[in-house]
């Protein structure tokens, strides 16, 4: 998986590729498939990334590498079966040319190998599982954000700057979640009073909640995205914990602070990019997204 700094090498070359892609479509005709979670609890983070890839395609007046582009759109369902069966659709019947996709690291190491074993180029804006990296490398596989465990070693370095001398870990038991923790401690020496894994897509956390008590860490250290990250966040407070500092990615970002409100309200949450971000192109695709789409764009949006 080849890191950010070359991600848009690797994007160049696939729209040179494009030529190729244009040799192959019998419409003389880009396909696109555009895999992500637009379903369940999710599925806001799965339409951020949606309306975020189309508004580019939009922009550039329809085409990518200059060509004609049809856009596929599939929900992943977050379910790595289905993402199988719906990956090799695109590719077998739809003649995909590109597939763009996913948000989850799970889908991400399901789908890559049934798609890029045809020679189709994969684009992930979000998901970066660390073991695609290196050895795991795949000349067919691009990813426009990070590789995982980066955004949560920033959050580390803050955590270990501020002296918190112990914190207690919590992510989804998944690769991004086992990523997470690791990049959060890859940058922490402080003392992991607990390291907590939950099933993806747990919304009750009154258990994990409890241990935390407990524990009495300094800090919490999270990374829940989604609805998981909404729900954290209000029983986060309801429990009385709110004085213990709560960190986190993911978890407390444009996706979720609509439904969280004033829950969130001193928790902190670390990112790539802000919809504030003071350079005139981000302010440029911040008011396009608002215009069209009516709501505020976050990290993934901006990736896709």
Not at 152 to 164: I, S
Not at 240 to 268: C, K, N, R
Not at 282 to 291: G, L, R, T, Y
Request: negative net charge; aromatic residues 10%; hydrophobic residues 40%.
């Amino acid at each position: 998986m080849p890191s950010i700094r070359t991600t848009v090498l690797g994007l160049a070359m696939a729209a040179t590729l494009a030529g190729t892609a244009f040799a192959q479509s019998s419409d003389d005709k880009l396909t696109v498939g555009l895999m992500l979670t637009l379903s369940g609890p999710a599925a806001v983070i799965g339409q951020q990334a949606r309306d975020g890839f189309q508004l580019a395609v939009e922009d550039m007046g329809g085409k990518l590498g200059g060509l004609d582009t049809d856009v596929i759109v599939v929900d992943d369902e977050l379910k790595p079966d289905s993402a199988v069966n719906k990956a090799k659709e695109l590719v077998e019947r739809d003649g995909a040319d590109f597939v763009v996709g996913p948000i989850f690291s799970n889908i991400l190491m399901a789908i890559t190998k049934p798609i890029t074993d045809e020679k189709v180029i994969l684009i992930s804006p979000n998901a970066g599982t660390s073991v695609l990296a290196g050895p795991g490398c795949n000349e067919y596989l691009f990813v426009s954000s990070y590789q995982n465990d980066q955004m949560h070693e920033v959050l580390g370095k803050y955590a270990e700057d501020k002296g918190y001398k112990k914190v207690f870990l919590m992510a989804p038991n998944y690769q991004a979640g086992k990523d997470g923790l690791a990049g959060f401690k890859h940058s922490y020496t402080g003392e992991v009073v607990d390291e907590v894994y939950t099933p993806l897509g747990q919304l009750d956390f009154s258990a994990e909640l409890a241990r935390i008590a407990a524990a009495k860490p300094d800090a919490v250290y999270t990374f829940m995205p989604g609805g998981m990250g909404v729900n954290l966040v209000k029983q986060y407070r309801q429990a009385g914990l709110e004085d213990i500092p709560f960190l986190s990615a993911f978890t407390v970002d444009e996706t979720t602070l609509p439904a969280q409100q004033d829950a969130a309200i001193g928790f902190f949450g670390g990112a790539n990019w802000a919809p504030n971000t003071d350079l005139p192109q981000s302010k440029a695709f911040v008011k396009a997204f608002e215009a069209k789409y009516g709501y505020v764009p976050g990290t993934y949006a901006m990736q896709a």
